[in-house]
């Protein structure tokens, strides 16, 4: 079986500042990878490749085996909620029903069928009796919710989540995990961005340490090492042992 996303050598600069340095990086299907990195070390970039909506300085991408513009559809993206208009005039099953989109085809309304998964999915995240409510009128943790059911509504065989656990609380935390644990346990792909290394060490198959180059990828315990992290996180070595992660040698 050919693996999910593989990219190899990527890098990428914003008007020749380098964001990415020769990344290479492969994930199987049916793993759930946390991102691991500091503000500034290309993870939000890194999905944006995959997604091929950022261009290449050198490299390339294969997406589920294939070209990513042939695959795309097969990828939900769950963006951090801080670059989403919270004001457009949306109900919460529209904005689900959005994530049916892929499967219609250009001009076709959502069928019945499609209001039927995106309720579904409402119901799944345990929102169900939202569905007529204004998306800004939600709460942080309410919008995340939202966010995973248009991604469940999809059925995507690929995730991709940034930052999902910023603004929420703990139970909304508990019941993503929960969630991507299931779809992992389905056969999906999950790849998360995640700031917090206590809740990294103990959720996800694999992390991948980014830092504009890739650092190191593997199981938790392999990678949240002393070097490792000093390696991904220079000058931040503070903040490393306030966390307790890794000790110090």
């Not at 929420?168 to 792909?189: H, N, W």
């Not at 980014?210 to 996180?233: C, E, I, S």
């Amino acid at each position: 079986m050919t693996a999910a996303i593989e990219v190899w050598n990527a890098s990428v600069s914003y008007d020749t500042k380098p964001v990415l340095l020769g990344v290479t990086l492969t994930i199987e299907r049916g793993q759930l990878v946390g991102l691991v990195g500091p503000n500034g070390a290309g993870k939000s970039t890194l999905f944006r490749v995959i997604l091929g909506l950022v261009p290449l300085s050198s490299g390339r991408i294969r997406l589920l085996g294939g070209a990513v513009e042939a695959n795309r559809r097969r990828v939900a993206y769950i963006p951090q909620r801080e670059v989403v208009d919270w004001d457009f005039p949306v109900v919460v099953e529209d904005m689900v029903l959005m994530g049916r989109f892929p499967h219609l085809g250009w001009g076709r309304r959502p069928t019945a069928h499609d209001r039927a998964v995106a309720r579904r999915c409402l119901d799944e995240l345990e929102i169900g009796d939202l569905r007529s409510r204004q998306i800004g009128e939600l709460s942080g943790g309410q919008q995340q919710r939202v966010f995973l059911a248009r991604a469940l509504a999809q059925e995507a065989e690929v995730l991709l989540l940034d930052e999902p656990f910023v603004g929420v609380d703990a139970a909304t935390e508990r019941a993503i995990f929960l969630l991507l644990s299931r779809l992992r346990d389905g056969g999906k792909t999950v790849l998360v961005v995640d700031h917090d290394l206590h809740r990294a060490a103990g959720q996800y198959d694999r992390l991948a340490l980014l830092n504009q180059r890739l650092v190191a990828f593997g199981p938790p315990q392999a990678v949240l090492t002393p070097d490792l992290l000093r390696a991904t996180y220079a000058g931040r070595l503070s903040l490393l042992e306030a966390l307790g992660v890794g000790g110090s040698r």
